[in-house]
C-alpha cells in the first residue's frame, strides 16, 4: 500500500474558514481504509470565548465511517499561544482512485468564525497511508 509524505515550510496561512492545504493520493483499492495525519502549528487569536475546529477532508466531504477527523481550539481569554497539533485518524467507505486529501479550518459548533492561524514559522507535514481493513 501506498504512503504520501509532504512537507510545507512555513505557510503561514491565516485561512478562517476554509481550505488550507490539500494533497493528492491514488487509492489502491475500494475496502482499504485511509490513516492521514497533520503535525504542524495551530492558533486562534484576537477573541475571548472562542473556539475553531481543524478537520480533514476527502473529496471535500468530511469522513463519516468511522467518524470525523478533527481537533478543536478553545480560549475564554485572549492570548497568543502557538500550539503544535498532531491531528490524525482512519476514514472507511471511500472509492479507489484519485482523493483530494484536505485540512480545513472552519467554526465550531455554537460559535462563530474567528482568527485562525495554521503553520506560523514552522514546518506542516501530512502523511496520508493507506491500510488494509481490519479482520474481525
Given at each position: ?45 484576537g477573541c475571548k470565548h472562542c473556539c475553531m475546529r481543524w478537520f480533514f477532508t476527502f473529496n471535500d466531504i ?41 485540512l480545513h479550518v472552519g467554526q465550531c459548533h455554537g ?26
Amino acid at each position: 500500500m501506498e504512503t504520501v509524505f509532504l512537507i510545507w515550510n512555513h505557510i503561514n496561512s491565516e485561512t478562517d474558514n476554509g481550505r488550507v492545504l490539500e494533497c493528492p493520493f491514488t487509492k489502491a483499492a475500494p475496502n482499504t481504509f485511509l490513516r492521514v495525519s497533520y503535525m504542524g502549528n495551530i492558533r486562534i487569536a484576537g477573541c475571548k470565548h472562542c473556539c475553531m475546529r481543524w478537520f480533514f477532508t476527502f473529496n471535500d466531504i468530511e469522513c463519516k465511517a468511522p467518524a470525523a477527523i478533527d481537533a478543536v481550539v478553545y480560549q475564554n481569554i485572549d492570548l497568543n499561544i502557538h500550539r503544535s497539533a498532531n491531528i490524525e485518524g482512519y476514514c472507511a467507505g471511500i472509492a479507489k482512485g484519485l482523493v483530494r486529501v484536505g485540512l480545513h479550518v472552519g467554526q465550531c459548533h455554537g460559535f462563530g468564525i474567528f482568527k485562525a492561524y495554521t503553520g506560523w514559522n514552522s514546518v506542516s507535514r501530512i502523511i496520508i497511508e493507506e491500510f488494509e481493513p481490519p479482520v474481525a
